[in-house]
């Protein structure tokens, strides 16, 4: 049985500065207005570091919760320049943090040090947004499922609060380009994700599965008809209030 609560997630990446708070509050607002929906979502952006603590601050009756993108994994303050550690987040108001991503993996974030990145964050209850996914080259191979396996079994541990971590599969070669896997495909992923966290972990609790990958308005319609997907990390849509305020609207048409 899939969750009540559907999670639409906001990855800015690398995009924005003070005046767009305009985009935060629009949103924000959409959600308080929305009583039809309001306790069926969870809304989350994650936003640059240099924008947290500005926008908390400056975001009064905060519907959507904020969150950050990434983190060194020490969790005390040290000799690492240009960092910020889990600790330091939570302070500027970040509840959630995505970590995983295909574009930290690629800069060398290895499963060891997802690990360690989780850790410290579950340490300063932050919810954490991991995310999995093959790239081309493994999918062609039909590595897929060992891929996601690998990477489940390898960054996360019993003793964690399994509770307050959210995997979110991003197929790394959908990313920015338009391309989705087809439904069935994708359910079968999604249940394959499914069974092997409540195998690796020895617990009959579901874990709470977003998916990634170029979803957008338009396709929005296609994926609402997947009841097995717990949400959505959406790219470049969240940069746009209208576009991910559509991504919502859409879904619950």
Not at 111 to 123: G, H, P, R
Not at 161 to 183: F, Q
Not at 221 to 241: H, K, R, T
């Amino acid at each position: 049985m899939t969750k009540k609560i559907k999670y639409f997630v906001g990855n800015w990446k690398m995009f924005g500065d003070f005046n767009s708070f305009k985009i935060i509050y629009k949103i924000n607002k959409f959600c308080a207005n929305s009583k039809k929906t309001l306790n069926k979502k969870k809304v989350v952006l994650c936003v640059p570091n240099t924008l947290l603590y500005y926008f908390k601050n400056k975001l009064k009756n905060k519907i959507i919760s904020l969150g950050a993108q990434n983190c060194h994994h020490n969790s005390n303050y040290g000799a690492f320049t240009g960092s910020i550690n889990a600790s330091m987040l939570k302070k500027t108001g970040a509840e959630y943090i995505i970590l995983g991503h295909s574009e930290n993996r690629a800069d060398g974030d290895t499963e060891k040090i997802i690990k360690k990145k989780i850790e410290s964050s579950l340490k300063q209850n932050l919810s954490i947004i991991f995310c999995i996914g093959e790239t081309l080259k493994q999918k062609n191979k039909g590595l897929t499922f060992s891929t996601l396996k690998k990477q489940i079994k390898g960054s996360i541990i019993k003793k964690f609060d399994l509770k307050k971590i959210i995997i979110a599969y991003e197929p790394v070669w959908s990313i920015g380009t338009n391309k989705i896997l087809k439904m069935n495909e994708l359910r079968k992923i999604i249940s394959f994700i499914n069974k092997e966290y409540k195998k690796i972990f020895k617990t009959k609790r579901s874990p709470t599965v977003l998916y990634g990958g170029s979803v957008n308005d338009k396709n929005i319609s296609f994926f609402s008809s997947i009841s097995e997907i717990d949400g959505f990390l959406v790219g470049g849509a969240s940069q746009s209030s209208k576009k991910f305020i559509d991504i919502i609207k859409n879904y619950y048409k």
